[in-house]
């Protein structure tokens, strides 16, 4: 089956710092999502992005479905970005997989 | 617009004791419904989905089982919990295809 793998497994920031978060996956898919799991555990969905780039705020993503992987940039970041990062891609039957995650803390 | 309501926050139960876990969704017809579970802090796992009503398909077999009695309901069950049961339940909806949204998620601990 489809693997995802994320990197760094896990990340610490001092605040205003920017950090780039990696998701690689091992077959072509149609689409993939980022989501931010917060310290509640509530899945916020930040990017459906299938190919290109896009932005929201200080987050950006882009896809290169191409070659398989989704990068996540987080410009000066602040202490609520911390939490874990999950990409995820659909597989066959209407499954979303998702991957390893990036566990974020940010320091004040 | 549309919405997922997910109930209850939390949730300790006693080993052998029954579990119901009720998901509902808002401002969409005929969704794809999901159940996961997250077990230690990272790492979402399927464990239920269903394309329409009636229709549940199991991704891992387990104590738990799942059902879908009206088009904008997921449920799941069991009938004798475990100690191994404990851990985060989400719900999810979306359309085949396209962007999944969870639900606000039940941390059920089993004593």
């Known amino acids: 089956g489809i693997q995802v793998e994320q990197s760094p497994p896990d990340l610490i920031l001092q605040e205003g710092a920017n950090s780039t978060l990696r998701c690689n996956f091992s077959d072509s898919v149609n689409n993939l999502q980022w989501f931010h799991q917060n310290p509640w555990g509530q899945l916020i969905n930040l990017f459906y992005i299938p190919s290109g780039t896009k932005q929201n705020g200080r987050l950006s993503a882009t896809t290169v479905a191409t070659e398989r992987y989704s990068l996540l940039y987080i410009s000066s970041s602040q202490t609520t970005d911390s939490g874990v990062y999950f990409c995820?891609?659909?597989?066959?039957?209407?499954?979303?997989?998702f991957g390893t995650g990036t566990r974020l803390t940010v320091i004040p | 617009s549309q919405t997922i309501h997910q109930w209850p926050a939390t949730l300790v139960q006693p080993v052998g004791s029954p579990l119901s876990l009720e998901c509902t969704v808002e401002?969409?017809?005929?969704?794809?419904l999901y159940w996961y579970r997250q077990a230690a802090g990272r790492g979402l796992q399927l464990l239920f989905y269903s394309v329409g009503i009636g229709q549940i398909s199991s991704e891992v077999p387990q104590n738990l089982s799942a059902s879908r009695p009206q088009d904008r309901q997921f449920i799941l069950s069991s009938k004798k919990l475990l100690l191994s049961d404990s851990g985060f339940y989400l719900c999810?909806?979306?359309?085949?295809?396209?962007?999944?949204?969870f639900g606000q998620g039940t941390r059920l601990t089993v004593v």
């Open positions: 995820a891609v659909p597989t066959g039957a209407n499954n979303l997989f």
């Open positions: 999810a909806w979306g359309g085949r295809g396209s962007e999944a949204f």
């Open positions: 401002g969409t017809s005929n969704p794809n």
